[in-house]
């Protein structure tokens, strides 16, 4: 890796950080248009309601794990152009979702869930399957543009069935879902338990949202793709995590021990990689490791190490800043990545993002 480019970002981020002033000049204007237009795209309340949310980027490369070893990378693009619908009827919801970032509508949400109770909830249709709160989490409550490598893995939909529920701090989740095998009787099974410590880790990644005292989400997943493979298999993956915050820190863990014939592939949606998409391998122990430190409610600087324990002993080093003007729903930020391989394309990438609105 390059460690001098690495440190000199993260100096320059900091140091931007103590000679900022958001009160003036163009600024002020530039944060009262956005802080507008996130207050028209805040989620509607109580009964049949819609949201909107858009993440757009500015991204510049010359290395080939973006280039694929073509021209050099300087534009723009989307991560997400969300809109949702949403409503209930009596103990029953249902939800409608979609993406527009690659230019046509891609399906996400799709089900009608029923209140069985008060500690329970089923749920029919198109969802995520819950494996990892990094995967789980809506994309405006990132403290990185990108999600983790194992997070972006579980970042996707599939058709089926899930319960979950929660009491006194124990929440859990149990789905199962048409699988890569689609409508065959081989499956995707998804269990997940996590227990909240303190408040819990909360609605976002980093310190956002957290108080004085220490809070923590601890969880634990388990998958299983029958028929993923041909013949007999080995193909149940375990997931741990571990997030929380601690007044101005924020810190987050993932590692799964992934099965051997469980390899999930190219990691969906994830960074701005066209070299070489990442993806998770089986038999291998992948885990990220993510730091924050609120600087102060308008600022919050972050920096994640990743390591996915592949055939190429692929490593990430991603650090950042995000610059909040309504909270997770208007904010700026920028994000430095370099991917470090024994072979095949590596290199570094920037990103410049703005983040406006909500997804629910």
Partial sequence: MNKFVSTALGLAVVGSIGAADPGDGDWLGLDSEINGLASSLAPAQGGAGWSALIRTYYGNSSDDISTGGGDDLSGFGFNDIDLAFYGSTGDFGWRVSGDLDNGSLELEDAYADWGCGSYARARLGMMKPHVLRSGIIDPENTVLIDRTVLGSTFDDWDTGAQASGESNG???????????????????????????LGA????????????????????????????????????????????????????????ANVDDDDGRGTASDFGWIAGAPLGLEGDTTPFSLTGSYLVNPDWEVAVRFEDLDDTDDTSLLSVGASYYRSGNNAKWQVQYTDVSRDAGSEGNYILVGLTVGASR
């Fill in 200 to 255: 819990g880790a909360g609605s976002y990644e980093g310190a956002r949202g957290g108080n004085d005292e220490f809070n923590g989400t601890v969880g634990i997943g388990v998958t299983s793709h029958t028929g993923a493979v041909a013949g007999p298999s080995d193909n149940m993956s375990t997931f741990v995590d571990f997030n929380g915050n601690f007044g101005q820190i924020g810190f987050g863990v993932d590692i």
């Fill in 170 to 196: 124990l929440n859990w989740s149990f789905g199962i879902f048409n699988g890569a095998t689609s409508e065959e009787v081989d499956h995707f099974y998804a269990l997940r338990v996590s227990y909240d």
